[in-house]
């Protein structure tokens, strides 16, 4: 059995603007919870041949100092 404790996924969106990625980072740092941000390419709605840059932003709740399920307590 492994002691990995995984965060757990709480939000997920997408944006098109570089403010509110750099908003969410900021206000996952304060709130003291995991994010993930990544780069993507999506089609350009009525233009296709025409691609927008968006930020997809996943937060994670905080991981526990401890794994309930590990029989000694560690992580």
Do not use: C
Request: proline residues 7%; negative net charge; charged residues 30%.
């Amino acid at each position: 059995m492994s002691n990995e404790v995984e965060p757990t996924q709480i939000k997920l969106m997408y944006t098109d603007s570089l403010k509110d990625a750099v908003k969410a980072l900021e206000s996952a740092a304060e709130l003291g919870l995991g994010i993930e941000i990544n780069s993507e390419y999506h089609p350009t709605p009525g233009d296709r041949d025409s691609q927008s840059l968006w930020w997809k932003i996943a937060l994670f709740d905080e991981v526990p100092e401890t794994d309930p399920d590990a029989e000694d307590g560690s992580v």
